[in-house]
């Protein structure tokens, strides 16, 4: 879910700091010169693709189809945008993508194990579609643009968005006029691991900084403690959800979970708060306030994913992790070599890089499980759309980047500028994941069509 900012305030946050403030203004960070202008036609571009679960046979793939755009009408799903124009267009079921975010669920005893098979079952169910990614949306996305006819396309994205629209620029860089890259993270680079930690750290510094709470390595050794506590002596949480009480492992892999996603989406004041600021009681083992905040951890994702595929859809959120995103092992290895190289990886990192959770619940946690796709079967196009230093387009790219997201950090949203020649890094303050739902992102993205 996203919040909406109230007018004079910071970008749906709740800390009280005004998006014009000098204390808190937007920080550009260094990187190439300002775009450059280019002639183009605005327009919005909405390619939904669904992969199903059953192996059937593959259409042929089919010539590009013109087709007209009218006002948009009967949308009930979509907000009231008098300027949308909506068109209608068949593409190959052989081209479709799976798409952007998922969410994990309610976790009980086996999950990862569970979760494990699952996923690769899924991909193995996929057959000749399993193969299906970025650069089958990147010509999707291209055929749209040629039905009715427009030269070249302002691309944006959030979130997994960017990976796509950098993988559109990148194979269509002649019909790429701009491109405005929200949350965003390189087609080379993974998030979740310790720069993910890393960033989530800063965040914590940050928010009790701005809400004048003791200092940040207070707040980490409040949420440490109990994390390394769990390491030792799991334990357990009730979890109560439509009137049925369940009761789920408590772990560190789960406090991890449910610290990470309290900075993975739009800003949350009172979830990122107590994150910011658990019971010092936890620390001496009492884990009241760690069990309130795995407990609304857990029930918020179980409530997303029952809300069904227009909110989310697991399937596709581990289709699209386990076929595009780099893994720690090779694709075309056994299961074996595959686990093996994995453990070794695992074994070697280092728990202070992940700190307050550990390398390995870290690194498991909920839906960034970074073993997730161990069963995922090998496809020759399995990988980044592209490598770096590729070939890419020339046109002006604006890149905003959340100070208090520890999804796709600043720091990931700089490694996706250097994949672009003429590309701009905003830092929004305050912000979280996708800061172009925001007040203060959305002026930064106003000022820079209004430049070009």
Not at 430 to 450: K, N, Q, W
Request: hydrophobic share 35%.
């Amino acid at each position: 879910m996203r919040a909406r900012s109230r007018s004079g305030e910071s970008p749906v946050n709740g800390f009280g700091t005004s998006t014009s403030s000098p204390l808190t203004p937007p920080r550009v960070l260094p990187g190439p010169p300002p775009p450059r202008l280019l002639a183009a036609t605005v327009t919005a571009l909405a390619a939904t693709a669904l992969t199903t679960a059953c192996a059937d046979t593959p259409e042929p793939a089919q010539p590009r189809q013109p087709f007209a755009l009218t006002p948009c009408a009967d949308l009930p799903d979509l907000p009231d945008l008098p300027t949308a124009q909506c068109g209608s267009i068949t593409v190959p079921l052989d081209r479709a993508n799976p798409g952007g975010p998922g969410t994990s669920t309610l976790d009980f005893s086996g999950h990862l194990y569970a979760q494990g098979l699952a996923i690769g079952e899924c991909g193995e169910q996929l057959g000749d579609r399993s193969p299906q990614h970025s650069t089958t949306t990147a010509a999707v996305a291209d055929d749209i643009r040629a039905g009715p006819g427009i030269e070249k396309l302002d691309l944006f994205g959030d979130s997994y968005g960017t990976f796509l629209m950098a993988t559109h620029a990148q194979r269509h860089p002649e019909r790429t006029a701009s491109a405005v890259l929200s949350g965003a993270y390189s087609v080379t680079g993974r998030t979740e691991g310790a720069m993910g930690a890393a960033a989530l750290r800063r965040a914590i510094t940050l928010v009790r900084e701005r809400t004048r709470q003791c200092d940040g390595p207070t707040a980490l050794a409040d949420l440490s403690a109990p994390a390394t506590a769990l390491r030792a002596a799991p334990s357990t949480v009730d979890v109560e959800l439509n009137g049925s009480a369940r009761q789920v492992p408590l772990d560190g892999r789960q406090l991890a979970g449910a610290v990470g996603k309290a900075f993975s989406s739009a800003p949350d004041p009172e979830v990122q708060v107590g994150v910011a600021t658990p019971a010092p009681a936890a620390r001496s083992g009492d884990l009241t306030a760690i069990r309130a905040l795995v407990t609304r951890y857990l029930t918020t994702e179980v409530e997303t994913a029952a809300a069904g595929v227009r909110a989310c859809t697991v399937a596709a959120d581990w289709s699209v992790s386990c076929h595009d995103y780099p893994e720690p092992f090779a694709g075309d290895d056994n299961d074996n070599d595959r686990e093996a190289a994995y453990e070794r990886g695992l074994a070697a990192l280092d728990d202070a890089d992940f700190a307050p959770s550990s390398a390995e619940a870290w690194s498991t946690r909920g839906s960034y499980d970074s073993g997730a796709c161990l069963k995922w079967p090998h496809a020759p196009s399995r990988g980044a759309p592209f490598q770096a230093g590729a070939p890419m387009s020339n046109a002006p790219v604006l890149v905003l980047s959340g100070d208090l997201d520890a999804n796709t950090p600043v720091e990931a949203g700089r490694q996706a500028a250097a994949q672009f020649p003429d590309a701009e890094v905003v830092e929004i303050p305050d912000d979280g994941h996708t800061p172009s739902v925001s007040e203060g992102g959305m002026v930064r993205i106003l000022e820079f069509y209004a430049a070009r």
